[in-house]
């Protein structure tokens, strides 16, 4: 079908963690997002958020109004490396969240739905178990472009790259035939090409 622009809305794919029986309880203790569903869920309960970016300290701080108490987890040891200063400061400010450095999951227990999570310091070595019900992975995600790959410029992490973040090396190599550049959310193949977006995805 012939085509003057492209939309590219293909979504991502949750990083997960490394543990056996992880889909089990996926929906039933383990989420993805902190929504005012989520939030409802596990009101007045003990919760564990994992990851050390912008998201996990966004979802801690919202958590943290209805949850008992949010716990969160990281694995490096500290959280100035991958989160925004002003939500670092709400967090060190909250006496409802509490920062586990160098520590991970190393297991969910529970038969219908998540009961118990065993924890570990990789410092230490010390492992924790705590009756907690509901975990928020926040560890990012990986976008579904592989189908891209040879046809649009990505960047190391896969994104599709726009306007300013295309560079010379990306025009030249995507053989850029217009004398502009690409517009704001524009890829590598222009909105406006001699041979079509259609002739370029095999």
Same mark, same amino acid.
């Given at each position: 079908?012939?085509?003057?622009?492209?939309?590219?809305?293909?979504?991502? $794919?949750?990083?997960?963690?490394? #543990?056996?029986?992880?889909?089990?309880?996926?929906?039933?203790?383990?989420?993805?997002?902190?929504?005012?569903?989520?939030?409802?869920?596990?009101?007045? $309960? $003990?919760?564990?958020?994992?990851?050390?970016?912008?998201?996990?300290?966004?979802?801690?701080?919202? =958590?943290?109004?209805?949850?008992?108490?949010?716990?969160?987890?990281?694995?490096?040891?500290? #959280?100035?490396?991958?989160?925004?200063?002003?939500?670092?400061?709400?967090?060190?400010?909250?006496?409802?969240?509490?920062?586990?450095?160098?520590?991970?999951?190393?297991?969910?227990?529970?038969?219908?739905?998540?009961?118990?999570?065993?924890?570990?310091?990789?410092?230490?070595? /010390?492992?924790?178990?705590?009756?907690?019900?509901?975990?928020?992975?926040?560890?990012? /995600?990986?976008?579904?472009?592989?189908?891209?790959?040879?046809?649009?410029?990505?960047?190391?992490?896969?994104?599709?790259?726009?306007?300013?973040?295309?560079?010379?090396?990306?025009?030249?190599?995507?053989?850029?035939? =217009?004398?502009?550049?690409?517009?704001?959310?524009?890829?590598? =193949?222009?909105?406006?090409?001699?041979?079509?977006?259609?002739?370029?995805?095999?």
């Amino acid at each position: 079908m012939p085509a003057r622009a492209v939309m590219i809305a293909t979504g991502a $794919e949750y990083r997960k963690l490394p #543990l056996e029986n992880l889909q089990r309880f996926e929906g039933n203790g383990v989420y993805y997002g902190a929504t005012f569903l989520e939030a409802q869920l596990c009101g007045n $309960e $003990e919760v564990i958020i994992v990851g050390g970016g912008n998201a996990a300290g966004q979802a801690a701080v919202f =958590l943290a109004q209805t949850a008992k108490h949010v716990h969160m987890l990281i694995r490096s040891g500290r #959280l100035a490396d991958t989160m925004s200063r002003y939500l670092i400061r709400r967090i060190e400010e909250s006496k409802a969240i509490t920062v586990h450095t160098d520590t991970e999951i190393v297991s969910l227990e529970g038969n219908d739905r998540l009961d118990r999570v065993l924890c570990r310091n990789n410092r230490t070595a /010390a492992l924790d178990t705590r009756d907690i019900r509901h975990v928020f992975l926040m560890t990012g /995600a990986n976008p579904n472009t592989g189908w891209l790959a040879g046809c649009l410029a990505l960047d190391e992490r896969g994104f599709v790259k726009t306007g300013v973040d295309l560079a010379p090396a990306d025009l030249t190599s995507a053989q850029w035939p =217009l004398t502009r550049r690409p517009y704001l959310l524009e890829a590598s =193949l222009p909105e406006y090409s001699p041979w079509g977006m259609c002739a370029r995805v095999t």
